[in-house]
Antibody
Framework: EVQLVESGGGLVQPGGSLRLSCAAS????????MHWVRQAPGKGLVWVSR????????SYADSVKGRFTISRDNAKNTLYLQMNSLRVEDTAVYYC?????????WGQGFLVTVSS | EIVLTQSPATLSLSPGERATLSCRAS??????LVWYQHKPGQAPRLLIY???NRATGIPARFSGSGSGTDFTLTISSLEPEDFALYYC?????????FGQGTRLEIK
């Protein structure tokens, strides 16, 4: 069974940093593009970032470019999102998702709250 | 970027009724339109990909149609577990974008 389990969220002050993790199981992690998608309170889903199977290619939404870094450790079957210079508007539930040209499996999400 | 507009924002229906959800793209996306179901506190669930293909395990009461700019998700006879948020997403142009969602609520 495919499973994606996020961790690492929480409360952080504006300007602070957090690293999210997404532990994958039930499939060959190193075969797939992976993504982060977020949902701010009361808002819809927004794509954040993606990474190719070997980690050599990444993309970001303009709203997080230069502040967030996506990475992966295929030996540990884990996806990461390093979030720096966090802003209040980054407050959201963050989901990792597997890419099969569409998102066929998602994690349950982890809340990141940026507040003073 | 392509903007997806979903309508209605909220749909109030009773179990057993037919639900019709719409998604309109600001420019053509061919058939690269995906539908997800999302319940609070849960992972989004893939329902339909590439306009009309049901994902694995999705009941036959869910169907998708459309191409170009206008798409429809139909639930033929609502079950209690179908009341949730529904999002469309396009994968035709980068960056991928989502609609703002339709909330399907019990009348």
């Amino acid at each position: 069974e495919v499973q994606l389990v996020e961790s690492g969220g929480g409360l952080v002050q504006p300007g602070g940093s957090l690293r999210l993790s997404c532990a994958a199981s039930g499939f060959t992690f190193s075969d797939y593009w992976m993504h982060w998608v977020r949902q701010a309170p009361g808002k819809g889903l927004v794509w954040v970032s993606r990474i190719n199977p070997d980690g050599s290619s990444t993309s970001y939404a303009d709203s997080v470019k230069g502040r967030f870094t996506i990475s992966r450790d295929n030996a540990k079957n884990t996806l990461y999102l390093q979030m720096n210079s966090l802003r209040v508007e980054d407050t959201a539930v963050y989901y990792c998702a597997r890419d099969r040209a569409y998102f066929d499996h998602w994690g349950q999400g982890f809340l990141v709250t940026v507040s003073s | 970027e392509i903007v997806l507009t979903q309508s209605p924002a909220t749909l109030s229906l009773s179990p057993g009724e037919r639900a019709t959800l719409s998604c309109r793209a600001s420019q053509g996306v061919s058939s690269y339109l995906v539908w997800y179901q999302h319940k609070p506190g849960q992972a989004p669930r893939l329902l339909i990909y590439d306009s009309f293909n049901r994902a694995t395990g999705i009941p036959a009461r869910f169907s998708g149609s459309g191409s170009g700019t206008d798409f429809t998700l139909t639930i033929s006879s609502l079950e209690p577990e179908d009341f949730a948020l529904y999002y469309c997403q396009q994968r035709s142009n980068w960056p991928i974008t989502f609609g703002q969602g339709t909330r399907l609520e019990i009348k």
